[in-house]
């Protein structure tokens, strides 16, 4: 094959991939703004009370959380959840075990992501604690 014509086929390959890979960089950059009143874990670690921007990979299960103030970060693994979910509203579901609360569950406005129980949301329900479940409805869509 000739070097333009080598050129050529690669131009078109590069356009593509393009063409395959824009749809889902578009929908990888959904940020939710969300106001948490309480303290919360998600993962291993803590955050305060206070205003997240979450945002969640497609087709990954990836989810960021982003404190506002810049304060701390995450990267979550989530697994595909259709069980429970509120098409048209974007939330977060806590499991809440007394005055502690576990991020559960990310919900967007259309797909929803779980989270797996954390080693001290374990601990919890092994000592027979039984969780509630209370969501918090996004602040805004950006």
Do not use: C, W
């Amino acid at each position: 094959m000739s070097t333009p014509m080598k050129t050529t086929v690669r131009v078109l390959a590069l356009f593509g991939l393009i063409a395959t890979l824009g749809p889902l960089t578009v929908k990888a950059q959904s940020r939710i703004e969300f106001t948490v009143p309480f303290d919360f874990t998600a993962g291993k670690q803590t955050f305060a009370a206070g205003d997240y921007i979450v945002s969640k990979e497609v087709p990954s299960h990836l989810i960021l959380i982003q404190s506002a103030q810049g304060q701390g970060n995450a990267i979550l693994v989530g697994g595909p959840d259709e069980l429970n979910k509120l098409y048209g509203a974007a939330m977060l579901t806590f499991h809440r075990f007394g005055e502690r609360y576990f991020l559960a569950k990310f919900s967007d406005y259309g797909s929803a992501s779980a989270l797996p129980l954390t080693t001290g949301e374990k601990e919890l329900i092994a000592g027979r604690a039984s969780p509630k479940s209370l969501n918090v409805i996004a602040s805004s869509r950006r």
